[in-house]
Each structure stands twice: as C-alpha cells, then as structure tokens.
C-alpha cells in the first residue's frame, strides 16, 4: 500500500523525505542525498515503461495512475511505499490521481503561505508578485527526464494553494491522514517525528518500538545547518539551475528565517486576505 507525502511545493517534503528515508532506509540513521531514491516521486518511469504505457503522451499517463499504483503495490507484496507528490487530490479528465484501494494514508505537510511565498520565489527565480499569482491560479509544473535512454515528461496537477490543502483532507474522514505543519517539523523536530513514525506505525497496525539510537542519528544529521552544508559539499541532486546554468540554493531559509515573515507588508496583507479562512483553520491567524 501507498503512504503519501504530499505537499505543495516548497512545503517542507523534502525534509520530511530526509527524516524518514535516513530512518527506515539506512541501517544506522545516518542522513545523506542517495537515501532519497528510496522514496520516489509518483509517477515512476520505470513502471510505465514496464506497462507498457506511452510516457510522452500526458492524457495515457494521466488515464493509468491507478493501474501503475495497483502495479506498484504487487511488487511491494504487501510491503508499505512511500511516495512524494505534489498533486492535489482531486480528478484530472474524469481520471482519478489515487482512490483509498491504493493508499494507506497520507502525510501531508503544509506550511505558512506567508513564507511559503518567499521560498516558492527563490526556487523558481520569480518576483513574488509571481510567486503569489502561482498560490492563487490553477498550476502544473513540468518534468523532464530520461528513462532507459527514453524521454519522460510528466505535469503534476497542483491547483491553488487552498484547493490543494482542502483536497488532501478526503482522507480524514477515513483515520488515514495526519497534517504537519513545516514550522512544527523545524522547530520541533523530535516531538513531530515521533508522532509521524506512530502515525505510521498505526497504519500497519504495528506496535511502535523506537530505535532510539537511529532517531538520535537523523535528527541529528538532518539538521538545517548539516543539509545545507551537504549540499555545499555534495550538490543537491534536484537542485534546479537558473538562467545562467547555476544551481539554485535549495537548503537556503532555515527555522529561523521562517519566523521572521520578513514579506513586504502589502503582500503579507494580499496573503492574508486571499487565504483568510484557511489560515485561521490551520492557526497561521
């Protein structure tokens, strides 16, 4: 069964990656960038191509999410996935992204559209007039890469900043979802992680045994100033370039940063009023 991780963009997925796959995929709790392949992004070339679907064609992609999904978890024999993605749940063509047969639950992680603002910015290399345009339209980002030498091109679907948070919640009513807040997840980090790692371990209907030594290793290798000094020292694999072929810093506003909601008063305000009833539901008013 699949467990989500799902978020909008520059929302804290990447850390919650970091968190869980140092924890679950290595064998002493030690973080770095290679344990990140373990938890993919859906959808997964490898299993298209597998199937035998066109992975240049969008509508046929879009048309078998829940036949690869249903692939995915034969494979697994039973075992949990996680999987990464930034898609609003909602229905693409009539098509849905993933039902409850498929799926064991969701993580979702949102955060603070006030900071989120800035950093969907500086991933983008946009003005944030832009970067709050983006929260409040309807938005697909693309993806390009090779698989066996084929290209692969995907849209995740991610809708607006509130339809997105709202979609998500399908699965409340079901025990199967559980919200993180980003700030919660840098700031109190231990006490988050732990309530993650039982709400999991409460999916499988598992009795949580802590290793706490292991615990101890990713909280303290995936700390802010040790990813950013990794990526320093190793370059962030999705790191994305601006136009003069750079790498942009991925690893670049830390906790304390986030407190500061350090945004222009007048955007701050549009933020606000656009999102009101939102963020007074998730306590950010």
């Known amino acids: 069964m699949i467990l989500w991780l799902a978020s909008y963009p520059k929302s804290g997925n990447t850390f919650l990656r970091s968190l869980l796959s140092s924890y679950y995929f290595s064998s002493d709790g030690v973080f770095d960038f290679k344990l990140l392949k373990y938890i993919k992004q859906f959808p997964d070339a490898g299993v298209f191509d597998f199937l035998g679907i066109d992975t240049t064609n969008e509508n046929e992609v879009i048309r078998n999410y829940l ?14 996935r996680l999987l990464k993605t930034h898609n609003s749940l909602h229905e693409i063509n009539g098509y849905k992204f993933t039902d409850l047969k498929n799926s064991l639950g969701v993580i979702y992680i949102v955060r603070d559209p006030r900071n989120l603002i800035k950093s969907f910015a500086n991933h983008n290399q946009i003005a944030l007039e832009e970067s709050l345009q983006k929260l409040t339209e309807y938005t697909t980002l693309k993806g390009s890469w090779k698989h066996n030498g084929k290209p692969f091109t995907t849209t995740t679907h991610i809708g607006t900043w509130p ?37 999991i371990s409460g999916l499988k209907k598992e009795n949580f045994i802590l290793n706490e030594d292991k615990f101890r290793n990713v909280i303290n290798t995936t700390s802010f100033e040790n990813m950013r000094k990794l990526e320093k020292n190793k370059n962030f694999p999705e790191a994305v370039e601006n136009l003069e072929s750079k790498k942009v810093i991925f690893f670049k506003y830390g906790p304390k940063k986030n407190k500061e909601n350090n945004l222009p008063n007048e955007i701050k305000k549009k933020v606000e009023n656009l999102f009101e009833k939102e963020m007074i539901e998730l306590g950010y008013l």
Not at 68 to 74: A, D, H, L, P, S
Not at 167 to 176: C, G, L, R
């Open 67 to 80: 036949k690869v999904q249903e692939e995915i978890i034969k494979r697994d024999k039973g075992s949990m």
């Open 163 to 199: 339809t997105h948070y709202l979609s998500w919640k399908a699965f409340e009513k079901q025990n199967k979802y559980i919200l993180i807040k980003y700030e919660d997840l840098t700031q109190k980090t231990e006490e988050t992680f732990l309530k993650i790692l039982n709400f």
